[in-house]
């Protein structure tokens, strides 16, 4: 620890946590009103009754469900991104890697609570759950919503341990570097570490095993989620290819909202140093491939539905592509493929504002994408006598508005009392000392040369 | 020998005067939202009478059609629900409990039929409709599902009569309030499992067919279609 650029470092890297200018107070007490703001929305939902939102009769499911999927779906950034990039050992992660995991929670967190606030009586929201009850009641395990349940809080759980594990060199770090109170904290959450070999092969194989472990989880939580639709018999949910489409969407949008909070961190945080262009464009490049992938499974999916001519589901798909949703269903084609192709295949346009405006495109995209597929199908079902349209209310803007400002919040804060970017695994990266590091830090190498 | 209850809605009888739907809103304490929520979609009509216009001016013809829980043995509204309290009982209705609802409303999703409705509101009977609500069936609070049940108080109550005095029901001792108040008796409703009863003659109809029957859902209601007009 006493060479000079390790020092250089880790004092760049920690210089968030220990030094806060007013801007900090300032931003959190504006995201904090705006997060108060929507939880007061909520209340008065709870108090007044659903019908102050714009839900009705066909369409009983619109935004908060939109926004639950979105959500999820930006989870999938952290979880399935870095465990490939850390099971492939591709050394241009190292300074993306927690930036992806704080949003993989923070997404969970917010996208858990749609599923409470879209319920009739919230209050009674632990009847999914399967607890003891004196009635011997439990939960309707043929219902997709429990299987939701047991899906968010199992990859909740996996990705808190996979955020947390590798934290533990770097709360040590802070512990040795500071005093007072912090020491304290800090100490307790570095768990003792002190850095021995033995430490240092105990957290490489929990980081091997939470790698493979999380990715069947976060395939499995999005298809759950698509379960939600495709189990009914509903026009154009009741669809076999609804699985991989929504990986595939929550994996497209999740790199879309880690490209931005990274190039947003890289410039507000000044880690230029640490964060090169090439890390954004190799995330611009995935972005690419999961655009076309994503291009792919909308022709698929459209297209079999066209040929296989059933009455109502056309009904959905015409309204969607020529009716009263195409402006909406257009913008959707533009943001999430035209744009995004356009931008990234072209070098010279793939920069770091190009990636970004590409990213902003994807996730307006892919929230309109889920909008997409709730409300049209509900609006047509089978007898035509039943359709009907929706238009969201001023409470479902306000709880969704609200929500984003949660998530920046929450990492606002994650920001401030955790080092963004693994100090230890970088420095293992720019330092490599085979006595020290373990098998985990060291470099074999993809994509490192570029960097 | 458990019952089996079903219906059969004679289409050539159907006038559409709407009154199964003012009795079906008498009987089972349906509030009604007035105009302006009507107008956003939250009309609550357990059983509705759909209108359609058939062929082309100037031969058209009209259609009603009222629509009800079609009480499927296979009904899509029933795994969905992660509460069990849709659910279905020993003599093959759709149950809705109501203070087991959580408000997911994930069955109406599922219903292909659209007759499931929700609570937008704590309900509300402006004096002196209050007086009139019927005191065997539960008035369901903000948030919960409701839907047709088949009039099971009516049910319910029978059975126990019937039971008390040692006797089978007879068909057509229960009358749903739709079936009851159809002048041109266009509903019929039954034991399915009692070869020799009203619904389950007219069942056998040629004439009969079940709503949406490709979708496997099983129903227990048969319409009779109406006849080629010469």
New interface residues.
């Given amino acids: 620890m006493s060479d000079a650029p390790a020092n250089r470092l880790s004092d760049d890297l920690l210089r968030p946590l220990l030094q806060t200018s007013w801007r900090f107070y300032a931003l959190v007490a504006f995201l904090g009103s705006i997060v108060l703001m929507g939880l007061g929305t909520w209340a008065y939902q709870m108090y ?4 102050v939102t714009g ?7 619109a935004v908060y469900v939109t926004n639950f999927v979105f959500w999820i779906g930006i989870s999938h950034a952290g979880m399935v991104i870095t465990a490939i990039l850390r099971l492939v050992n591709a050394g241009w992660r190292r300074p993306v890697t927690r930036c992806a995991e704080a949003i993989t929670v923070f997404a969970l967190m917010i996208g858990a609570l749609f ?1 409470l606030i ?5 209050w ?2 632990f ?2 759950i399967p607890y003891p009850s004196s009635r011997q ?1 439990w ?2 395990f ?5 299987w939701d ?1 047991f899906a968010i809080s199992t990859y909740l759980t996996g990705s808190v341990l996979f955020l947390g594990l590798p934290m533990i060199p770097d709360f040590a770090l802070v512990r040795d570097r500071t005093t007072g109170w912090r020491r304290r904290i800090y100490g307790g959450l570095a768990l003792g570490w002190t850095g021995t070999p033995k430490q240092w092969h105990r957290l490489e194989s929990a980081m091997s095993i939470m790698a493979i472990a999380i990715l069947p989880v976060a395939i499995s939580v999005h298809t759950v989620v698509s379960f ?1 639709f495709s ?4 026009p154009m949910w009741h669809s076999t290819i609804f699985g991989p489409y929504f990986v595939a969407g929550a994996i497209f949008s999740g790199i879309a909202g880690l490209l931005i909070v990274t190039a947003a961190l890289r410039k507000f945080l000044h880690l230029e140093e640490y964060v090169h262009p090439v890390h954004i464009q190799n995330l611009g490049k995935l972005l690419l491939l999961m655009s076309l992938l994503w291009a792919y499974f909308l022709f698929v999916e459209r297209l079999t539905v066209w040929y296989g001519n059933e009455s109502a589901e056309i009904a959905v798909l015409r309204v969607t592509q020529k009716g009263s949703f195409a402006p909406l269903y257009w913008t959707m084609v533009v943001c999430n493929f035209v744009m995004p192709f356009s931008i990234l295949s072209l070098k010279k346009l793939r920069t770091i504002t190009g990636c970004v405006i590409a990213s902003c495109g994807v996730l307006i995209g892919m929230w309109l994408e889920r909008f997409l597929i709730v409300v049209p199908s ?1 609006g047509h ?3 035509p ?2 359709w ?1 349209t929706y238009r969201p209310r001023p409470v479902e803007i306000l709880i969704t508005i609200s929500t984003f400002a949660a998530l920046v919040l929450l990492y606002t804060l994650f920001v401030k009392f955790v080092p963004i970017i693994s100090i230890w695994e970088l420095r293992a990266a720019e330092h490599p000392s085979p006595a020290l590091l373990p098998a985990a830090a060291r470099e074999q190498a993809l994509g490192e040369t570029q960097a | 020998m458990a019952h089996r209850w079903g219906m059969a809605v004679d289409l050539d009888r159907c006038t559409g005067c709407g009154a199964c739907v003012a009795a079906c809103h008498a009987e089972n304490n349906i509030p009604t939202v007035g105009p302006d929520q009507a107008g956003r979609g939250r009309a609550m009509h357990w059983l509705r009478v759909e209108r359609y216009w058939e062929g082309d001016f100037p031969d058209v013809r009209l259609k009603f059609r009222p629509v009800m829980c079609q009480q499927c043995d296979a009904a899509p509204c029933e795994p969905v629900c992660p509460t069990y309290a849709s659910h279905h009982t020993d003599e093959g209705l759709n149950a809705q409990v109501y203070n087991r609802c959580i408000g997911t409303r994930y069955c109406a999703n599922a219903c292909p039929y659209n007759v499931r409705f929700f609570e937008f509101f704590n309900p509300q009977w402006p004096k002196p409709l209050h007086l009139q609500l019927n005191p065997d069936v539960s008035v369901r609070e903000v948030g919960v599902m409701e839907k047709c049940t088949f009039c099971v108080q009516r049910i319910t109550a029978a059975e126990i009569d019937a039971k008390a005095g040692k006797r089978e029901l007879k068909d057509g001792e229960i009358q749903t309030a739709c079936a009851q108040s159809c002048a041109a008796r266009a509903l019929v409703f039954g034991d399915l499992n009692d070869p020799d009863s009203d619904v389950s003659r007219l069942s056998r109809s040629p004439r009969g067919s079940k709503l949406l029957e490709d979708l496997g859902t099983l129903p227990k209601v048969t319409y009779l279609d109406r006849q080629t007009q010469v």
Avoid: C, E, Q
């Avoid at chain 1, 043929?142 to 429990?146: A, E």
């Avoid at chain 1, 189990?231 to 509903?234: I, L, N």
């Fill in positions: 007044n009754g659903f019908g839900i009705n009769n066909p369409i009983f499911w599923p879209h319920l009739g009586r919230p009674l929201f009847w999914l009641i939960p309707n043929r219902s997709p919503l429990v349940f939600d189990m009914a018999p509903v509900l079902k089978y007898l006598y039943t009907g």
